[in-house]
């Protein structure tokens, strides 16, 4: 680990300061980054990231018009034991890192982090910590039908913004529908095990890359650096893996 780099990466223990990560070399020239973002719809510095994602990928278009890049949100569980119906948040939270001041502490942290990019977290309106197995679902229904960017960014909105429960398959259907997918689809989808089996299989894989903190980005299938870090690095880090870095 190397440097404070103005973010942090969130694991199953909670979120600490990120530092880059060197994962791999570039490894000759890309026309197109295929990057995947390892995420949780609960995880409050993902959403900071996916702002600072998108800076990234528009500063390389700029750059170096040549590369274009596709995005694919994959799915990651901070909390993998939580109940199906989740849990009261000031008890879970007030568990997992010792008080509830301490929670608090940790939401003015990233309140204040998100504020610099246009991000308003709401941590007052978060009564509950939910499961997220099918929002996780919805996001690869929403793959299927080109709307994921708009439905990772819906859930975040509903969750840290709204303050609603993204575990209720209700607050599910709105988001997906606020998207443009069609409500009745994710409703029935919901009501049965339809994604669950690759959703758990996508969380395996995370698993067997050793990943334990998000957001982790991979390019072509490989982690390239892990956490929100600043938007130049972001750049950096995606044009070394393009193999276009900056002369």
């Given at each position: 680990m190397s440097d404070v780099l103005g973010g942090a990466v969130c694991g199953v223990d909670g979120c600490t300061q990120a530092a880059l990560d060197h994962f791999r070399p570039a490894s000759g020239a890309k026309a197109t980054l295929a990057i995947e973002v390892i995420s949780d719809a609960i995880c409050p510095w993902c959403w900071i990231a996916k702002r600072r994602l998108n800076r990234a990928i528009a500063a390389i278009a700029t750059i170096a018009p040549d590369?274009?890049?596709?995005?694919?949100?994959?799915?990651?569980?901070?909390?993998p034991e939580m109940p199906k119906a989740g849990a009261d948040r000031r008890a879970y939270r007030s568990a997992k890192f010792g008080s509830w001041q301490r929670s608090q502490a940790l939401d003015a942290q990233v309140a204040a982090a998100g504020r610099l990019d246009g991000l308003v977290f709401n941590h007052d309106k978060m009564a509950r910590t939910p499961n997220t197995v099918d929002a996780h679902r919805l996001i690869r229904l929403a793959g299927q039908q080109g709307k994921q960017d708009d439905v990772v960014e819906g859930l975040f909105a509903a969750y840290f913004n709204e303050g609603r429960d993204v575990g209720d398959s209700t607050v599910l259907a709105d988001v997906g529908a606020s998207a443009g997918l069609d409500r009745a689809r994710i409703l029935a989808m919901l009501a049965s095990d339809e994604g669950l089996a690759e959703v758990r299989s996508e969380l395996q894989r995370a698993v067997n890359l050793r990943v334990s903190g998000?957001?982790?980005?991979?390019?072509?299938?490989?982690?390239?650096?892990?956490?929100?870090?600043?938007?130049?690095?972001?750049e950096a880090e995606l044009r070394k893996a393009a193999g276009h870095a900056r002369s």
């Open positions: 590369v274009t890049a596709s995005v694919t949100w994959r799915p990651f569980e901070l909390n998000v957001p982790t980005v991979l390019v072509d299938g490989i982690p390239v650096f892990s956490g929100a870090i600043r938007a130049d690095l972001m």
